[in-house]
């Protein structure tokens, strides 16, 4: 990754695509991948992250790894409008004079 056309440095990735929630265990088999090859880690799930996932990519003395679950990944897409339409959806209130005669 170039930021800036000054600055790099490598980053790899890994996507989960799961209904339930990424551990601890998947986070810490992924730093071991990422020791020697990279900078910076990201994980992207379509799930949840637990909190001893989220623990354990902050972990002091550790490389740091980005998380991203679904619902931050749904609203990424929806600010870039990547691979997302937007729908526009009826609101009806209650008139009450109409019903008031009734």
């Known amino acids: 990754m170039r930021i800036g056309g000054f600055l790099s ?3 790899l990735f890994q996507c989960k695509r799961y ?3 990424v551990s601890a265990g998947t986070v810490r ?5 990422m020791i020697g090859r990279t ?9 949840v992250f637990t ?4 623990e354990e990519a902050t972990r002091d003395g550790a490389p740091e790894i ?10 990424k897409l929806a600010e870039l409008e990547l691979g997302v339409a937007k729908e526009m959806v ?3 209130t ?5 019903f008031a005669n009734i």
């Open 29 to 33: 088999d992924f730093r071991g991948a």
């Open 66 to 75: 980005d998380l991203i679950d679904g619902e931050q990944l749904i609203d």
């Open 51 to 54: 909190r001893e996932a989220r």
């Open 90 to 92: 009826p609101a009806y």
């Open 9 to 11: 440095f490598k980053v």
């Open 39 to 47: 900078d910076k880690g990201l994980i992207v799930t379509t799930g």
């Open 19 to 21: 209904k339930g929630s």
């Open 94 to 98: 209650v008139d009450p004079d109409f």
